[in-house]
């Protein structure tokens, strides 16, 4: 049960961060926000180049060597900390380009994992971003009132620590009637 707990709570963490980030960046980059002209990029971009840009998780806590191995050039003695740096990962200029259309609809940043500890809420995880981020754009009419947004100071996740926004309620529906 306890471990159930943990996950749970590790994984909401993560969905919220997630949320907070891509808020941040479909409210103030040009591209998202329609500020240019020429094709303005979705949300599914957004949230990928969220996920490359600023995982939720850009640390992972140090796990140890159980062997001693070699990693690229780097000898591993059996026992040393090693820390996961996903958000380092990601912006490796050997795996990452600056070419924005070579980049739409790329998934391969290491914001999941991956084999056998891979997440394994990938898919649910994505949809439920996916429709919060959408229903909060839709519904709310956002709109960014301090565009300096500062980050959290944490070396484990990467979110907004504050999202200054101003907002429009949705109208009442006329389907749905007022409570007296």
């Given at each position: ?13 993560m ?6 980030a ?56 059996a ?17 990452r380009?600056t ?17 056998p ?64």
């Open positions: 049960m306890h471990s159930m707990v943990v996950a749970i709570c590790a994984a909401n963490e969905l919220v961060t997630w949320i907070a891509t808020l941040r960046r479909m409210l103030t980059d040009p591209r998202y926000t329609g500020r240019v002209t020429g094709v303005r990029r979705g949300l599914d971009d957004a949230m990928d180049e969220t996920l490359w840009s600023e995982p939720p998780v850009a640390n992972l806590p140090a796990r140890y060597a159980v062997t001693d191995c070699t990693l690229g050039r780097v000898r591993i003695q026992g040393d900390a090693i820390v996961m740096g996903l958000a380092a990962a990601n912006n490796d200029p050997r795996v380009t070419d924005d259309l070579f980049e739409a609809n790329n998934r391969s940043h290491l914001s999941f994992g991956v084999g500890h891979a997440c394994p809420a990938r898919r649910p995880g994505r949809l439920v971003v996916k429709i919060a981020v959408e229903s909060l754009m839709e519904r709310l009419d956002l709109r960014l009132t301090d565009p300096e947004v500062t980050w959290a100071p944490s070396p484990w996740s990467r979110y907004p620590a504050v999202l200054p926004v101003e907002f429009t309620p949705e109208r009442q529906s006329a389907r749905t009637p007022a409570r007296v």
